[in-house]
């Protein structure tokens, strides 16, 4: 006969100050042991986690071993492209320097041709962004004074990272950034093994010197075989797929790929869905909807972050144009000044003898791609009300309206709650600071 009893039965246990390979050890036990962690730990820390890695887990291939141990990789003085293909990963998760709250001026930059003629675009890039800063300081600080009772300091802070939004489309996109990825050591393994086939050599370095790092901090874990047929298979698929293949896409369009008969299922669930809350993840089995829009290369790497939905990466080119919006920021004479820069800029970097790939890193920020999104319901709903508040960056937010309102117009009960007010500037973008308390 079994016995039941109504006394609480678990135990709740958190250990998070062991190292990765240790946590993956206690973690792979489970799975042959069931006794308690707790007796496991002392054991543990005598054998170590060498062996055991290199045997169950590289040496007989229990990638899911990989998943328990977890590390941090703090890449520096890296290009934003690569910074972009480092985030290019379901899985990723991490942070990067902000182009809208920090100032660039002072920031490296990769020159893989490393031409003079190569070099000097970059250069100019670099002395818009500069100068245009100042410009547009002095302009904000005339529409938008510091008004009585309003913190200098803050209003300040407001003003600059306005500043920053408008001419981070100035800076080109060699332009290198900082990027932290926490990763587990499976993940890292795996999207290095695509990084060192990556069609850009900064990513090929990149990827070897995070492999060589790892190797060193965890020889047990990433001492993986590498095999030619694998290798040649890595190299034909990051060749073809690292880039999506160029269209020019030139407004706003949407497919459905909804099963929306079977949705009505779950009607309820759809039309009471309160604002702030995320839809349950099993209404992504009912399909997706594709999206296509032309946006600045600034505003798709914010929309890169939102990886519950597939976004192919966009190779970055002058044919669809500089993003109007940017030139509407600026002082209208200077605006015409900065127009024919762009415009003469542009055509320098046609002329550079280089491939598609490497000519963006001579392409500033402001200049459209077209991007395509395969985006399950849930995903859609999240990202066009996320991204449709106030202090999202202007270029993104008609973005995020138009998806909410087309997925009204497909599923006309479905409560939406995306943010259509006007943009406008905002004093609480001061207040978005990370800051030491006072003592």
């Given at each position: 006969?079994?016995?039941?009893?109504?006394?609480?039965?678990?135990?709740?246990?958190?250990?998070?100050?062991?190292?990765?390979?240790?946590?993956?050890?206690?973690?792979?036990?489970?799975?042959?042991?069931?006794?308690?962690?707790?007796?496991?730990?002392?054991?543990?820390?005598?054998?170590?986690?060498?062996?055991?890695?290199?045997?169950?887990?590289?040496?007989?291939?229990?990638?899911?071993?990989?998943?328990?141990?977890?590390?941090?990789?703090?890449?520096?003085?890296?290009?934003?492209?690569?910074?972009?293909?480092?985030?290019?990963?379901?899985?990723?998760?991490?942070?990067?320097?902000?182009?809208?709250?920090?100032?660039?001026?002072?920031?490296?930059?990769?020159?893989?041709?490393?031409?003079?003629a190569a070099g000097k675009i970059q250069e100019k890039w670099m002395k818009i962004y500069n100068e245009s800063l100042e410009v547009v300081k002095a302009h904000l600080k005339q529409q938008h004074p510091c008004a009585e009772g309003e913190?200098?300091?803050?209003?300040?802070?407001?003003?600059?990272?306005?500043?920053?939004?408008?001419?981070?489309?100035?800076?080109?996109?060699?332009?290198?950034?900082?990027?932290?990825?926490?990763?587990?050591?499976?993940?890292?393994?795996?999207?290095?093994?695509?990084?060192?086939?990556?069609?850009?050599?900064?990513?090929?370095?990149?990827?070897?010197?995070?492999?060589?790092?790892?190797?060193?901090?965890?020889?047990?874990?990433?001492?993986?075989?590498?095999?030619?047929?694998?290798?040649?298979?890595?190299?034909?698929?990051?060749?073809?797929?690292?880039?999506?293949?160029?269209?020019?896409?030139?407004?706003?369009?949407?497919?459905?790929?909804?099963?929306?008969?079977?949705?009505?299922?779950?009607?309820?669930?759809?039309?009471?869905?309160?604002?702030?809350?995320?839809?349950?993840?099993?209404?992504?089995?009912?399909?997706?909807?594709?999206?296509?829009?032309?946006?600045?290369?600034?505003?798709?790497?914010?929309?890169?972050?939102?990886?519950?939905?597939?976004?192919?990466?966009?190779?970055?080119?002058?044919?669809?144009?500089?993003?109007?919006?940017?030139?509407?920021?600026?002082?209208?004479?200077?605006?015409?000044?900065?127009?024919?820069?762009?415009?003469?800029?542009?055509?320098?970097?046609?002329?550079?003898?280089?491939?598609?790939?490497?000519?963006?890193?001579?392409?500033?920020?402001?200049?459209?791609?077209?991007?395509?999104?395969?985006?399950?319901?849930?995903?859609?709903?999240?990202?066009?009300?996320?991204?449709?508040?106030?202090?999202?960056?202007?270029?993104?937010?008609?973005?995020?309206?138009?998806?909410?309102?087309?997925?009204?117009?497909?599923?006309?009960?479905?409560?939406?709650?995306?943010?259509?007010?006007?943009?406008?500037?905002?004093?609480?973008?001061?207040?978005q600071d990370i800051v030491e308390k006072a003592k």
């Amino acid at each position: 006969m079994t016995k039941t009893t109504k006394s609480k039965l678990h135990d709740i246990i958190i250990i998070d100050d062991l190292p990765p390979e240790d946590i993956a050890m206690l973690q792979a036990l489970y799975s042959r042991d069931p006794g308690k962690v707790k007796d496991k730990i002392a054991k543990v820390k005598e054998a170590g986690p060498g062996k055991f890695m290199a045997r169950y887990y590289v040496g007989y291939g229990h990638k899911s071993i990989g998943d328990c141990g977890t590390t941090t990789i703090f890449s520096e003085q890296i290009s934003i492209l690569a910074a972009k293909v480092i985030q290019d990963w379901p899985l990723y998760n991490g942070q990067e320097s902000s182009t809208r709250y920090l100032d660039f001026s002072k920031m490296e930059i990769v020159n893989p041709i490393g031409t003079k003629a190569a070099g000097k675009i970059q250069e100019k890039w670099m002395k818009i962004y500069n100068e245009s800063l100042e410009v547009v300081k002095a302009h904000l600080k005339q529409q938008h004074p510091c008004a009585e009772g309003e913190n200098p300091s803050t209003h300040e802070k407001a003003i600059n990272a306005r500043a920053f939004d408008i001419c981070r489309s100035l800076l080109p996109a060699g332009v290198t950034t900082m990027v932290a990825w926490h990763t587990n050591l499976r993940q890292s393994a795996d999207h290095l093994k695509n990084m060192r086939h990556h069609p850009l050599n900064e990513i090929k370095e990149i990827a070897e010197d995070i492999t060589e790092s790892l190797k060193e901090k965890y020889p047990n874990s990433f001492s993986h075989e590498k095999f030619d047929t694998e290798e040649k298979y890595m190299k034909l698929h990051q060749y073809e797929l690292s880039y999506a293949p160029y269209k020019k896409i030139t407004s706003f369009k949407y497919t459905s790929r909804l099963d929306l008969a079977g949705l009505k299922k779950y009607k309820n669930i759809l039309s009471e869905r309160p604002k702030m809350t995320e839809l349950p993840h099993q209404i992504r089995s009912y399909g997706d909807v594709v999206f296509e829009f032309p946006i600045d290369f600034g505003s798709y790497r914010d929309l890169q972050r939102h990886r519950s939905a597939v976004m192919p990466m966009p190779l970055l080119t002058t044919k669809i144009g500089f993003h109007p919006w940017y030139l509407e920021q600026f002082p209208k004479e200077y605006a015409k000044k900065i127009k024919a820069e762009i415009q003469g800029l542009a055509k320098e970097i046609q002329a550079l003898k280089c491939s598609d790939f490497d000519r963006q890193y001579y392409i500033a920020m402001g200049f459209q791609v077209g991007l395509t999104i395969y985006s399950p319901l849930p995903s859609a709903i999240y990202i066009s009300e996320l991204r449709s508040g106030p202090m999202v960056h202007p270029t993104i937010r008609p973005i995020a309206q138009m998806m909410s309102d087309s997925l009204k117009k497909l599923i006309p009960y479905l409560a939406t709650h995306a943010d259509h007010s006007p943009d406008a500037f905002m004093l609480k973008r001061g207040l978005q600071d990370i800051v030491e308390k006072a003592k």
